[in-house]
Structures are given as C-alpha cells and as structure tokens.
C-alpha cells in the first residue's frame, strides 16, 4: 500500500465541531466527545452491523463508537502522545479512510507491541493489505499503553505495521471484545509442545521478539473491519499463539469493498434517473 500517509495530518487530528459524515452528522465538543448525532444514536445501528460479530460486541454497539483514544506519533524514533488530539472511535476511523479517501478501514488490536506474535500479526495484515489498492483502505492498529515497552512499539510500527497508532488507555475496545485473556495451560508437555512450535515457525519467518515481556499481554487483541461510514462489519478474535486467518480477513474485507461498490453504483444510477 505504497504512499498511504502513515501519521495523522495536523489538519484532521484536532477535535472540531459538527463533522460531517456520509447521510449523518456527528457533533462533538472540543474534546472530541460525541454529544448528538444521527450516527451513534440510531436506533437501527446493530442492524446494520454483520449478523456474524460475536455477541460481545454487537452489545456494546453503539457506546463503543463513543469511547475515546488518543493518536500516537511514532516517527523519528520518539513516542509521543498527541492528547491534543483525543477523538472517538468513531472519528479515528473517519480520520484515517478521509486521509487516504478509502471505502473502508482494518483495525489492527494489538496485545502487546513487544510480543512477537503482534509482530508476525501485523507483517500479516501488511502483506495482506497490499492486495488492496490504498484508495480502498485504510488502515490503524490501537494499543493499550506507552512508556512499558516502547523499544518494541517503535519496532512494531517501523518494521511491521507502518500505520497510525491510537492508544485505547481504558482498554474499552478490548473489553467490548469481550475482555478475553490468554489461557492458561495446566499440562507442562502442552506448554512446552506449544512454544517449541511457535519459535520454529517464527524462526522460519525470521521474526525475533519475545512472548511474555514487559506491559498487559494477557488481554488479547484482534482485527476489526468497518466500512466507509464507519459501521463495524467484521470482527476476528485473537486466539493466542495461532496465525492469522489472512484469507478469511481478506474474505471480509472484499465484501465489505464490493457492498460499498455496489451502494456507489445505486446513488450514481439514482442520480441518473
């Protein structure tokens, strides 16, 4: 995804009043907080979510477009946290799919920055992003914390997934993926089976890091998908220590493309008639 901006424009990451959205208006106090709008309180919003998010979310739909994050400036080595510019779920999806004038946007939930299996996480999404023209999506990962391990959030970001990073301090986006955390496993055979397979498919995909580390790595992460307007489409869930499902992401991901395709040619057709 060659030449998508990697960092939030100064012009679009500072809170303002009334943004306009498509066929909606969200108002919001200087603080970027939602206080009306048609967008987070319509009545009909989990209808137009995908029957097939997992129930924990659908739950906290539409509270969790409401909840607050705040971008991260990872460039020239630095980890900086722009408080600034704090903005709502909502509007950190909106800000990155009007930077690149995508149709969509893939969240990248992180579980740990340092964990080496976030890092084989995002040079997946990476490679599988690339697929896809950068006028059609967008992309951001969201984090827990700062100032635990930023040695690997700066590695996560320069050498696996060069997007804009937000940090989720409450953690409202991992609970309302239903706060899952990793297992524990009580047979030593399992625990060791398990991590010897681990370091040999990520010694044969030359990705070195840790498992356990410094920071929260217990609460697991995901990819969340949402559309153009920013209705969340598809979830996957974390399972700890497996691979991604690229091609099921992917899957997701063309379909959430091809619907919003599909609603361009209708108005077009509308307007024609």
Known sequence: MAGIQHSLAPDTAKSVTGVKTQASTVEMSSSGEVTTGRFVDDPTIQEKCRASLPSS???????LYRKKLVPVDLSFDTVREDKDAEMTVHRAHKTVVRQQRAKASVCFVVKRPGCVLCKEQGRALTEMLSGFSEKDVGAWAVIKEVGVDDEGLLSLYQNFFNFPFFKDSSMNIY??????????VPNPLKIAARYLAIRKRLKEKNIEGNIIGDGEGMVLGGVLIFDRRGYLQYAHEEQFSRELPTEEIKQA????LDREASKKAQRRSSTEN
């Open 253 to 256: 991901l063309s379909e959430v």
């Open 175 to 184: 609970k309302a993926m239903g706060n899952r955390k990793v297992g524990i």
């Open 57 to 63: 979310l659908k739950q906290n739909l539409p509270a």
